[in-house]
């Protein structure tokens, strides 16, 4: 039987553990900070959050271990696009993330992504290990249903009954192309203007073979931009979604297994 094992993207939770509950007045405006400044109540809430993660799991008869992956300095992609995550330049930061970040790294079985995404050395790491060792991913983040994995979504308002799934083959390939027709909001990806869910889902329907998901992206492409510009945009779209399988520095996951 094989071990099983969490890979956590874990940047969802440092955020998390830095950020106050928001309250209001009576006409809805907030009255308080977004982000706390105490240092030991964000690790204590930090601390609760992975431990209510590692417990959804021995609730579910699941012995497992886990491995928290977390976001370091420098962007590959970047080099593809400038304007990929432009507008989180523009976002308030917590002023204890880092603090966070590093009592992660400090005190939990972790890893961090330098010069690539978080997600990048898990979907690499998943590709390395998923035939040895019983890989769950857990993440709030749409960008790994790319990968035909077991999968944990993290997302704090998801019901509970809808967490935990698996993804077929077909079915990452779907959610690939369909990440590649929409394009990602909030990583600055464009995709083909005017398609978001409802109609990326009319065009990719989960009941078809992801075989001709390509072709049919490519053709909205050259539809909506012409043949020069389309072909470039599909491209540059194509190679910010696309999580590598591997070429990529990733843990060692039979050390902790």
Known sequence: MKPVMLLVDADSYVMASCSLTAEHDDEGNRINPLFSEDLEDAKIKFDNLIQNLVNTFEDMGVDCSYMLFLEGNGNVRKSL???YKISRKKRPQPPLRADIKNYALSNYVSYEAINVETDDVISATWHTYHKDIDLIICSPDKDLTQLPCSYYDTYWNRED????????????????????????????????????????????????????????????????????????????????????????????????V
């Open 81 to 83: 696009s400038t304007d």
């Open 161 to 256: 009954d809808k967490r935990m799934f698996s993804i077929s083959e077909n079915q990452a390939q779907i959610n690939f192309w369909r990440l590649v027709l929409m394009g990602d909001a909030g990583d600055d990806v464009k995709g083909v203007k005017g398609i978001g869910k409802n109609k990326a889902e009319k065009i990719l329907p989960d009941s078809k073979s992801s075989s001709f998901a390509g072709g049919r992206v490519y053709r909205q492409y050259l539809n909506a931009y012409g043949l020069s510009r389309g072909a470039r945009e599909f491209w540059r779209a194509y190679h910010l979604i696309k999580l590598p399988e591997r070429g990529i520095t990733i843990p060692d996951l039979t050390l902790f």
